[in-house]
């Protein structure tokens, strides 16, 4: 397998935590004899340093003839005076725009090792594993017209979704469910809103191309008390724009730390990935930064760009194993013993490359 990878290591923690994540896709492909290509790009406050813009058209146009991008993350405060369409954040936000891609995937995952981090008692959180598929062009982030007229103290959003644009996001949770445990939930608030009436509608007409993947219903805001409640009942989440962005975020409490959350976005012209966390600029340089959401991060990639399913097991499979040995970061370690985020990475390869043998 050939996989050509941008490496936009960004800003902050993200060039130490990008490290940690191709060393484990350079271990992958060294055992299993492939080809993976990286071509490392700036991106951010690096990129505003050097090129004087946070997204370089020649790392936009590298990315776009790549299989898949990489990023780790953005922002520096040192350019917090600027304006925002030329802060660190706009080469972000650009390149997921040319990107195109439309379904966020996010993963909440309960480690058994980490399930006193979580503000939820450990039985409630036992055998969570959750992928939100969450729409991401569409809805009332980006719905027309939109404004505020500051004079009449009014102000104005749309909320818009055409069938076509709810099919396409709806197939790929069900696609993704067949590799699960076949149940995709699908969160709207059709009992006040037309738009969450289309959006039912429709992906009930999808389910009938999956008679092996059960379909289940949720209002939003019952939605949001269940995650709490009963996340193990849970597999695939297909929501909306707005409801994902609050709904994937709450579910963030069930892994117990930001450091620790990988994302993909996909179905555009090329895949992007990135860890959940930011540049983490209070802790950049301190080794304290938690390399496992750029590690699952890396699976992701050989999941949904490279098709290697066992191998991205594999690399999850480790991340669970060095936190069961009792490995832990600053971020995790409750105020006990941590290790540096380069010993957290090596450990995670330790455990991979046995796995690879
Ligand atoms: P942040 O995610 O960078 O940090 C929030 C808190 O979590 C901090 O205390 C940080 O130390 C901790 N943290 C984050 N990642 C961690 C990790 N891997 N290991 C251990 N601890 C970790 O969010 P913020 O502080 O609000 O933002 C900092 C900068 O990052 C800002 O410039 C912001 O705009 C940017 N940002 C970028 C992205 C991105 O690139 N995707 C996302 C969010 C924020």
Redesign the pocket.
């Known amino acids: 397998m050939k996989l050509k990878i941008a490496v936009l290591a ?1 800003d ?3 060039p130490e ?1 990008t490290a940690e994540a191709t060393a484990v896709l350079r271990a992958v492909a060294a055992a299993g004899g492939h080809t993976f290509e990286y071509i490392e790009l700036p991106v ?1 406050g690096t990129a505003i340093t050097n090129f004087g813009t946070p997204l370089p058209d020649k790392t936009l146009q590298e990315s776009l003839a790549c299989d898949a991008v990489l ?7 040192k350019f917090n005076a600027l304006p925002p369409s030329e802060r ?2 706009a080469g ?1 936000l650009k390149i997921r725009k040319e990107l195109g891609g439309f379904a966020n995937l996010r993963p909440s995952v309960a480690y058994p090792a980490l399930a006193e981090n979580s503000p939820l008692r450990a039985e409630v959180t036992k055998d969570v594993d959750i992928l939100f598929v969450r729409e991401l062009l569409g809805g009332l982030y980006f719905g027309e017209p939109r404004w505020w007229d500051k004079e009449k103290k009014l102000a104005h959003n749309t909320m818009v979704y055409s069938a076509d644009e709810v099919t396409r996001v709806a197939k790929v949770a069900f696609e993704l469910a067949q590799k699960r445990k076949k149940k995709v939930t699908s969160v709207d608030k059709a009992n006040v809103l037309e738009v969450s009436q289309l959006w039912r509608a429709t992906v009930d007409e999808v389910a009938k191309g999956y008679p092996d993947v059960k379909l289940e219903h949720q209002l939003v805001d019952s939605m949001a008390i269940h995650l709490m409640n009963i996340p193990r009942n849970f597999d695939v989440v297909l929501t909306e724009n707005l409801f994902g962005d609050i709904l994937s975020d709450e579910s963030g409490v069930i892994t117990g ?3 620790m959350l990988p994302s993909a976005t996909i179905g555009g012209k090329v895949n992007l990935y ?10 950049a340089g301190t080794g ?4 496992l ?2 590690i699952l991060t890396a699976a992701m990639v050989l999941r949904h760009s490279g098709n290697l399913e066992a191998e991205a097991k594999a690399i999850e499979d480790s991340v669970t194993a060095v936190l069961d040995k009792g490995l832990r ?3 995790i370690a409750r105020g006990a013993a941590f290790v540096k985020t380069g010993e957290m990475g090596k450990a995670v390869l330790d455990e991979l490359n046995t796995r690879l043998k």
């Open positions: 960004g902050g923690i993200g935590v951010g990023m780790g993350a953005v922002g520096d405060n660190p954040e972000l730390s930001l450091g990135e860890p959940v966390h930011g540049s983490a600029p209070d802790i304290k930064a938690n390399p959401g750029a970061t600053a971020d």
